[in-house]
Nanobody, 111 residues
Framework: QVQLVESGGGLVQPGGSLRLSCAASQRIFMATMYWYRQAPGKQRELVSTIFRNGTTNYADSVKGRFIVSRDKSKDEVYLQMNSVRPEDTAVYYC??????WGQGTQVTVAS
């Protein structure tokens, strides 16, 4: 069973940037990868998708600010978060194929 490990979360000021990473224990170059987030008291929501051909999708709330990418040679997926807002505060999860989850990484946007 592949394992996913997220990293890169932390405290960032509004308007700042943060880069999340998701490292897989096995080859994932054929898999569709997702970034989800869950804010306190809210349901988990899909933030971004990257398909094996490199096509990407974004939630309207992050479109134009977040960029998802993948490094197939390293079996890693990234989420570049720019112009962050307080409402981006959440635990961010990496997901493979909507079946395998990472443990999550906390992102807090506050001044």
């Amino acid at each position: 069973q592949v394992q996913l490990v997220e990293s890169g979360g932390g405290l960032v000021q509004p308007g700042g940037s943060l880069r999340l990473s998701c490292a897989a224990s096995q080859r994932i170059f054929m898999a569709t990868m997702y970034w989800y987030r869950q804010a306190p008291g809210k349901q988990r929501e899909l933030v971004s998708t990257i398909f094996r051909n490199g096509t990407t999708n974004y939630a309207d709330s992050v479109k134009g600010r977040f960029i998802v990418s993948r490094d197939k040679s390293k079996d890693e997926v990234y989420l570049q978060m720019n112009s962050v807002r307080p409402e981006d505060t959440a635990v961010y999860y990496c997901n493979m194929g909507k079946t395998v989850w990472g443990q999550g990484t906390q992102v807090t946007v506050a001044s």
